[in-house]
């Protein structure tokens, strides 16, 4: 089994990793425990070989699909040791959330931490260009690296240009839970980021907790009556249908104006090409809407 | 029941609504100035937030916290009166967690039935686990224990499906999350809308009940014989309460405890006649709901930080329940069955070295068979992964049998467990305030803190349960509050989206996943240690049901002999609750098997009992590794799946008995 597990391996290896040009030393076999990591692997041009949950990536993560062969390991929290012992990894990727799950996954193979979402200080997107500079080097793609942190900031200032007419009109970004309730992004999330690079502003002021977001009934986004609502996928059955018989959902100021638009599913815990993508779809979605007046 | 003067239910309810009304009239004005309420309230200015807020979203929150309210009292009532039991509710008998496993599934594998509307899948989810609680209890006469017990492994089971659902997917049921914790947070009518006229209905309804529940609270056969067809009756009676039920359950989510404690009060204060515990609990239900529910928004303030006020009855309707409890009057028979003597086996040793056997065998199996991407294997390579869980798992097991077997002995009470009684609970309970109040919580801490808990659980039941006649119902109903409370907290905890609450529920699911070496060997000493000492444990348990006078007079200091006997319970729980979750049935089931296969003194029952608890969790962590490869099923889980259908079978089997 085992040298059956080597050859799968090494196929694997072969099929994606440029083998020749890598200097030694440079880990091939990579395993990532989190999406956000996994994208920015993905930005660099190196597939990882397995990703936890990797099953759920087409719901959340969606863009840039992810390659066939990628193998899953299970619930992040509780990645599949045995198989990932078996597959014989150089690095393993993993974020502060997965701590418990260290002294374990050091066993295995080299691991690195890599803190976006933590009680700590920084923002996403600023923790994110510093995970993908310090991912860069580790893999020995510096050059990819900076190539994806300036065409991330390029794609910032195009979004920003194109966006500069709705400039005054804050924005919540919300996920329906249910027909009552929903998860608003605000600050210490990614989402909240995007925004204020695009030059836009969030309506949301209140607490978020350390992953960005907080959860509320909808009638708490009647206090921002002139902000414009983006939500995003997935989105249950019933939630429009019973939104559009609620007379307080249409007495909402977005609402009546005609400002609520809807966004394809974005990683909400991701990092740079999950921030790209969300720039991409807003600077798409937002001219769309009915202008002001 | 001493003639003390009391409050009647009336002034209960005034009361309560006089504090309620408060709450509510001052909130009111903190949103909006008073001399804007009418407007609010019949011809709004849909310009003005404040005023919209209040029609759309305060009002219908209060008519719906009302109507909820008032629907649970009654169902809790009727199904109280049709069954005969005190400790009957929505929640008792499985009607909840059915309702939520069955949205859960919707979600997840049907989202398209959701356009039909929540509260018919919750509906039908509360329906066929009402079904099944009947079934299993059937043969018994519907007898009040019996039932209760089979809506706890009931409830139990379909918990344990949804957790695992909920595990595999957390990100997709994130809703499921609020829902379970009951948010009455309202933006239109709709709800009141939909639950007043079914509220009305089935008031109506249990109206034409009266005649013949009161005739039903005579014992069956005087019932019978007086023309009643007491089948028809009581399944009437359900089929309104489930229906209450699912249309609560479906369009806020769980409220607990409304539905067993209005019901419960108004019978303490001295309602007596059908006519009136039906229209009281209903009033107390809703003033009850009322008042919790404006409690809730005044603590969540502007902010508006999700408190589901369903999780949050829970946490004040335990201690009220509590303190309810020597005031119940409890007349109710143990189940035959399960207190009911069995034939001794003839051949005790051979029996025990048989499952010392299979124990071995099974364990060995356990860490030599996998699966990997080439599917099974049978190797040796993976061991240093696989012997930790193992051994935990064995462990974890070993301890719960015998706190299980101690309890049952010690409090003559069938029904005694580590889970049932709370002690697990409240093992899990020190843990969690550890979590969230220490920086750092290392593996001393969290045993101190767990076995901290589950002995302040235990010793708070017992004396519950002390006073008059410490009957196994009220020890019983004690655990019950005490398990709610914990699980409230945890849901209200969920709903938050607290990404501690994802880790907290991968714990409470029972996951040997993180065990190192160093847990599974001090877990393997104190089983060990348990093991070794059971001959002691046994002796005075062989004595100590006997009664004071005399284990005094065969040499026992009674006192001492218990105090110590609760504190190694204590401690047992407090270990293998840190290992595998509070929710195993392991320390109930286990004993009951052992009893089962004619395991009847003391010494051999308790020493069948740790091997049985060895073999179930053993198998289930194996079983919850291999079955859904990569995924893993969590070891407590898994063994939830593998004990209820064995206790399911044994309360349906022994109805010959």
Not at chain 1, 10 to 35: K, N, T
Not at chain 1, 190 to 211: E, H, K, M, P, Q
Not at chain 2, 497 to 508: F, H, I, K, T, V
Request: aromatic fraction near 6%; charged fraction near 10%.
């Amino acid at each position: 089994m085992t040298r059956r597990g080597f050859l799968a391996g090494a196929a694997s290896c072969a099929l994606f990793a440029p083998g020749p040009l890598h200097a030694a030393g440079v880990p091939a076999r990579i395993v990532s425990l989190d999406y956000g990591l996994a994208e920015t692997l993905l930005a660099l041009g190196v597939t990882p070989v397995a990703l936890a949950q990797a099953d759920a990536w087409s719901s959340w993560v969606v863009d840039p699909a992810l390659p066939e062969g990628v193998i899953n390991l299970g619930t992040a929290l509780e990645a599949n040791m045995e198989l990932l012992q078996a597959l014989r990894p150089d690095l393993i990727l993993t974020t502060p959330y997965l701590a418990r799950l260290r002294p374990m996954l050091e066993r295995i193979a080299r691991t690195e931490t890599f803190a976006i979402y933590t009680p700590g200080g920084g923002t996403p997107y600023g923790l994110s260009i510093a995970a993908t500079r310090r991912l860069g080097g580790l893999l020995g793609r510096d050059l990819q690296a900076e190539a994806l942190i300036s065409s991330a900031a390029a794609l910032m200032a195009t979004t920003r240009a194109t966006l500069a007419p709705y400039a005054d009109t804050p924005l919540f970004i919300v996920n329906f839970m249910d027909t009552r309730h929903v998860r608003v992004y605000g600050a210490k999330s990614l989402f909240d980021d995007v925004i204020g690079l695009c030059g836009l502003s969030n309506a949301w002021r209140g607490d978020t907790n350390y992953w960005g977001f907080a959860t509320v009934g909808i009638e708490q986004l009647a206090h921002a009556p002139q902000a414009r609502l983006i939500y995003l996928e997935p989105i249950a059955a019933d939630v429009l249908a019973s939104l559009h018989r609620s007379p307080l959902w249409n007495s909402l100021g977005f609402v009546r104006a005609g400002q609520v638009q809807r966004l394809p599913a974005v990683l909400m815990f991701g990092m740079l090409p999950s921030a790209m993508r969300f720039a991409r779809l807003l600077g798409e979605t937002l001219p769309k809407a009915p202008s002001h007046g | 029941m001493g003639e003390r003067q009391r409050l009647g239910p009336a002034a209960i309810v005034a009361l309560l609504a006089l504090a309620a009304a408060a709450i509510t009239l001052s909130t009111l004005a903190l949103r909006l100035p008073v001399t804007l309420w009418p407007d609010a309230l019949f011809a709004p200015d849909s310009g003005d937030v404040r005023q919209m807020l209040v029609r759309y979203s305060f009002a219908p929150r209060l008519a719906t916290s009302l109507l909820c309210g008032a629907a649970l009292g009654l169902a809790g009532a009727l199904l109280q009166l049709a069954l005969r039991n005190p400790l009957a509710s929505p929640t008792t008998l499985g009607i909840s967690a059915g309702a939520n496993l069955a949205l859960a599934l919707a979600m997840l594998w049907a989202p398209g039935l959701l356009e039909f509307g929540r509260e018919w899948i919750a509906m039908a989810g509360g329906l066929v686990t009402v079904l099944i609680v009947l079934a299993l209890s059937w043969h018994k006469r519907l007898s009040p224990l019996t039932v209760v017990l089979a809506g706890m492994v009931v409830s139990l089971y379909c918990g344990a499906l949804a957790a695992l659902l909920v595990l595999f997917n957390t990100h997709y049921l994130a809703g499921l999350f609020i829902w379970g914790g009951g948010s009455l947070s309202q933006q239109d009518w709709t709800i009141a809308a939909f639950l007043w006229p079914r509220l009305a209905l089935a008031l109506g309804a249990a109206a034409l009940l009266v005649r013949p529940l009161t005739l039903l609270t005579l014992d069956d056969d005087h019932a019978r014989s007086l023309g009643l067809r007491v089948p028809l009756v009581r399944l009437a009676a359900l089929a309104l309460a489930v229906a209450l039920t699912g249309a609560v359950v479906g369009t806020v989510g769980v409220i607990g405890f409304i539905g067993l404690a209005a019901p419960a009060l108004v019978t303490v204060a001295g309602a007596r006649r059908v006519a009136p515990r039906l229209i009281w609990s209903a009033l107390l239900g809703a003033v009850l709901l009322w008042f919790t529910d404006q409690c809730v928004q005044r603590l969540a303030g502007d902010a508006g930080e999700m408190l589901p006020t369903g999780a949050i009855t829970a946490v004040f309707g335990s201690p009220l329940l509590l303190w309810l409890l020597p005031r119940l009057r409890l007349s109710l028979h143990l189940p035959s069955g399960l207190g009911g003597s069995i034939s001794r086996a003839n051949r005790p040793l051979l029996l025990i070295v048989g499952l010392g056997l299979g124990l071995v065998v099974l364990l060995t199996l356990s860490v030599s068979v996998g699966r990997g991407l080439e599917g099974w294997s049978l190797s040796a390579d993976l061991l240093e992964w696989r012997w930790p869980r193992a051994l935990a798992a064995l462990s974890a097991g070993i301890m719960l049998a015998c706190a299980g077997g101690v309890l049952q002995r010690l409090t003559g009470n069938p029904m005694a467990s580590p889970e049932v009684l709370g002690v697990s609970a409240g093992a899990a309970f020190g843990l969690i305030v550890a979590m969230f109040t220490l920086a750092e919580v290392g593996r001393g801490a969290q045993f101190g803190a767990a076995t901290l808990g589950a002995f302040l659980a235990l010793l708070a039941i017992l004396a519950f349960g002390r006073g008059g006649a410490a009957t196994p119902e009220r020890v019983l109903l004690a655990g019950v509050a005490l398990g709610a409370m914990f699980d409230a907290l945890v849901t209200a905890l969920m709903a938050g989206g607290d990404p501690r609450a994802a880790q907290l529920l991968n714990w409470m699911t029972g996951s040997t996943y993180a065990v190192d070496a160093t847990d599974a060997r001090v877990a393997t000493a104190a089983a060990a240690l348990a093991l070794g000492s059971l001959p002691l444990l046994a002796r005075w348990l062989d004595i100590v049901p006997l009664g004071a006078l005399t284990s005094s007079a065969i040499g026992l200091h009674p006192r001492r002999s218990h105090g110590l006997l609760l504190l190694v319970t204590a401690a047992l729980t407090a270990v293998s609750t840190l290992l595998i979750g509070p929710l195993t049935f392991v320390g109930l089931m286990a004993p009951h098997l052992a009893r089962f296969l004619g395991l009847q003194r003391a010494l051999p029952q308790l020493v069948g009992a740790a091997l049985i608890g060895g073999v179930i969790m053993v198998a289930a962590d194996w079983l919850g590794r291999i079955v859904a490869f990569p995924w893993q099923i969590p070891a407590g889980l898994a063994a939830t799946f593998i004990g209820c259908p064995a206790l399911m079978w044994l309360l349906a089997r022994r109805h010959s008995v």
